[in-house]
């Protein structure tokens, strides 16, 4: 099941795993992290090899190759989650520190961001050499994630939409956002765009 959840990330560019705590969540997203450490040994092995076999070969062609290499293995990913004690538990940060966004003192929302300090997480982003390939961004426990993060994701996908967003959660049983607990989010447009409207339901509970 984890290899086809991964394919299938890929094949649709994005995926939402829909499931309650004990469904397996974290452990695809481990899954996804091993996966993508050794496609990263693979693409350095692929990259000597070809060069050998390949000399003088024309720099288009080269790069036409190794992109259609990467579309197929991603090689990398950040792991975001809305609180620290969910972001730990994923091995990855939280979404505000994750994306190089600072959340100002006197904010009283604690989704509040700007469009400028929104354009940070790009810059983290190409810093990281995840500039045109394609790669995993994870969000996990989606269901406490204010309206201004699902806005900043939506900004990435336009910025970046080579990104493959792997949305964890089940927003229906789930803590909701703090000060928006009456808002619903299940099922939106900017959800569904995210995931380029691929769903899998996880429904076997191994706790």
């Known amino acids: 099941m984890l290899v086809q959840i991964v394919k299938l990330s890929i094949e649709r560019g994005g995926l939402l795993l829909q499931g ?12 996804i992290s091993t996966k993508v450490e050794e496609n990263k040994k693979e693409y350095e092995k692929f990259i000597k090899k070809y060069d050998e076999d390949n000399p003088g070969v024309n720099p288009a062609v080269r790069t036409e190759v190794f992109t259609q290499w990467t579309n197929l293995n991603p090689c990398w990913i950040e792991k975001f989650a809305p609180t620290n004690k969910a972001a730990n538990d994923i091995g990855g940060q939280t979404i505000h520190c994750g994306l190089g966004l600072q959340m100002d ?14 354009r940070i997480l790009i810059s983290s982003i190409e810093g990281k050499g995840h500039t045109n390939q394609p790669g995993f961004m994870i969000v996990d426990e989606i269901s406490m994630m204010g309206s201004n993060s699902w806005s900043i994701l939506s900004y990435v996908q336009f910025i970046k939409p080579n990104v493959i967003f792997i949305l964890c959660g089940d927003i229906e049983r789930q803590i909701p956002p703090v000060k928006e607990e009456d808002r619903i989010f299940n099922n939106t447009i900017v959800m569904k765009e995210l995931v380029h409207q691929s769903k899998v339901n996880l429904v076997y509970n191994y706790r």
């Open 20 to 31: 309650e705590a004990g469904t397996g969540k974290t452990e695809i997203i481990k899954f």
């Open 105 to 118: 003192d006197e904010d009283t929302d604690p989704d509040k961001v700007t469009a400028e300090r929104t």
